[in-house]
């Protein structure tokens, strides 16, 4: 049963997908939960294969590339792009951690924000482009989901909570350990190789590094992670994996 409503909670946390359920759930339930972000990243890569079968079949590859990316931002709220956004304007924003944690919390953009933005948007848009037309398009949009919340399970497990108050990460970074780490690993390795068979298996694997590295560069400042830095790492995970497939399978078509 706990198992169940955890997996419940990832979904309507990290999805806009309507779950008409009300479940009473503890701090803990959201850090031990992210075990099952992956599988909601899988959840989320289905919705985008329906949606690019369906687009496919009247509109060219650039507008349909431009709608996923739309539906993708529909159907993840926009949650982590807040993130990536709130994490650069204070992460470089050169000034010492408690107002890099200040500035992050602030509802306001500023300029980092509008760049690392619109940067991963065009990114994602240009990726999904060039990747239309590869015979590999269904593997690359069912994975892309599942590598973000594979950045911010490892995001989450590798890192302390950097604010001394309260705040929406702390609940995910306290309560993912180790544990969370390995079960949702090898989760994630399992999706990744029934989809993509022995290329998924290392592709896993890199993501699964990829999110560390990202990270540790993003913690090292400010001596921890908040929700924020989840988010973008999620963001930069998914997109790092899209860079990749596409080296794979256009560049060295292997």
Known sequence: MVIFKR??????FFTSIPVPVNIECSEKDYGKGLVFAPLVGLIL???MCFVYKLLSLFLPANIISVLLVIVYIALTGGLHLDGLGDTFDGLYSNRPKE???EIMRDS????NAVLALVSIILLNYVLLTELNTNPHIIE???LFPVAGRIGSLMGAGVSVYARKNEGLGKSFIDHCGKKEMFFGGILSIVIFSAIYGVKGLIMAAIVMITAVIITKI??????GATGDILGAVCELNQTTFLVLFYIMEVVLKI
């Open 140 to 142: 690359a949009l069912l």
């Open 108 to 111: 306001r953009v500023g300029t």
């Open 218 to 223: 993003f913690t090292k400042k400010i001596e």
């Open 7 to 12: 997996f419940i909670i990832m979904v309507q």
């Open 45 to 47: 890569g289905i919705f």
């Open 99 to 101: 107002k890099i944690l």
